[in-house]
Structure formats: structure tokens, C-alpha cells
């Protein structure tokens, strides 16, 4: 669907530029031009139906395909497999509110995004987090890669695993009872 939407868009915008380029040269050049314009354009008026009709169909199809693909592009990406039993194909969206549950496993963690994409049929996870002052980042998040890892594995059996990314976007002084997905209470008011 993406190349025939290509194909349609070049082909219309290609007729709209020439037809566009064709009034403005004629326009432009003033004198007897316009009216040389109009008797050849009603010399070939089976011609300029025909192209004015590809026009109009042209657009049609660029307009059905952009739907189209738009609509194919919003929450229905999967990572597709086959198994003896016929082929099978897991939600990214899925996988990522699967993996979202794992923010409050870690100490340090004060948020956590997971992001998925299928990569030639491979799971690829980047895990953006938002972590506490006074984590060591090496070794945590080693244990982030290695138990994001592990929840995909035995908690959706999917074995096709990239190494896993971690971003640490930002690091923050924050409270100790500060975990992912949650704020610090509030401070008690002054009596």
C-alpha cells in the first residue's frame, strides 16, 4: 500500500506541477498566448478530459492509500512468527504495557519507559528511565537489561531478543520513598 500511495502522490503531483507550469507560461507571456491556449486546449479536448480524469482518479487513490496507511500505523505494529501450527503475531503494545509493570522492581528507578519495535523478527527493547542521584548506572543497569530480558522470555515465552537498550535520560535528586511511576507523599501540613 505504501508504494502504490507513492506512486499515486509522484504521478498526481507530477500532473499538477506541468498543468501548474503550463497557465503560468502561457499567462506570463501575454499577447494572442491565452488565446492560442484555448483553441488548442479545444482542439484536444479528448486529451484533457482523459488527463483531467486521471487527475481526479489519481487523487482518489492517494487519498484511499494515506487512509490507509495511516490507519495501519497507529497500534496494530506486532512482531510476526511462525510456529508448526500456522503463523502467530504479538501486539509491540502488548509488550510494552507487559514490560511497563517492571518500574517498581528496581530500586534507584524513578521512572521507566519501555519502548519495542520488531526488527527482523526480533524483539529490539529500549528501556528509557529516569533514575535517582547515587545509582551505580553500570551495574544497574545491567540488572535492568538482564531481568527485561528474562520477563520476556518466561513471562511471554518470546526468545527472538535484542540486547536490550537502556537510556538513562535523567538523574534526579529525589526522596527515598520515591519509586517508579509514583511521586513522594506530601509533607505533612504544620499544625
Same mark, same amino acid.
Given at each position: 500500500?505504501?508504494a502504490?500511495h ?19 507560461w ?10 492560442n ?5 479545444e ?10 480524469i ?13 487512509v490507509a ?7 496494530r ?7 508448526p501450527?500456522?503463523d ?12 511497563s ?17 520488531a $526488527?527482523?523478527g526480533?524483539?529490539?527493547v529500549? !528501556?528509557?528511565?529516569?533514575? *535517582? %542521584? &547515587?545509582?551505580?548506572i +553500570? ?23 535484542r540486547?536490550?537498550? $537502556? ?6 535528586? !529525589?526522596?527515598?520513598?520515591? *519509586? %517508579? &511511576?509514583?511521586?513522594? +507523599? ?6
Open positions: 500500500m505504501k502504490l507513492a506512486l499515486a502522490a509522484f504521478l498526481l503531483m507530477a500532473i499538477v506541477t506541468a498543468g501548474g507550469a503550463g497557465l503560468a502561457v499567462a506570463l507571456r501575454g499577447g494572442a498566448s491565452w488565446s491556449a484555448l483553441a488548442i486546449l482542439e484536444q479536448r479528448p486529451v484533457v478530459g482523459a488527463v483531467g486521471a487527475g481526479v482518479a489519481l487523487g482518489g487513490v492517494w487519498a484511499v492509500s494515506l496507511t495511516l490507519r495501519r500505523g497507529r497500534g505494529r506486532y512482531l510476526a512468527f511462525e510456529n501450527g500456522g502467530v503475531e504479538v501486539s509491540l503494545d502488548a509488550v510494552r504495557d507487559f514490560l509493570g517492571m518500574g517498581t522492581e528496581f530500586d534507584g528507578l524513578v521512572r521507566f519507559h519501555p519502548e519495542v519495535r $526488527v527482523g526480533e524483539l529490539a529500549t !528501556a528509557v528511565c529516569e533514575v *535517582r %542521584a &547515587g545509582c551505580a +553500570p551495574e544497574w543497569s545491567q540488572q535492568v537489561q538482564e531481568r527485561i530480558r528474562e520477563r520476556i522470555v518466561t513471562g511471554i515465552g518470546i526468545a527472538s531478543v540486547p536490550v537498550r $537502556v537510556v538513562v535520560r535523567q538523574i534526579v535528586e !529525589a526522596s527515598p520513598g520515591r *519509586r %517508579a &511511576g509514583r511521586s513522594a +507523599p506530601p509533607p505533612e501540613p504544620p499544625v
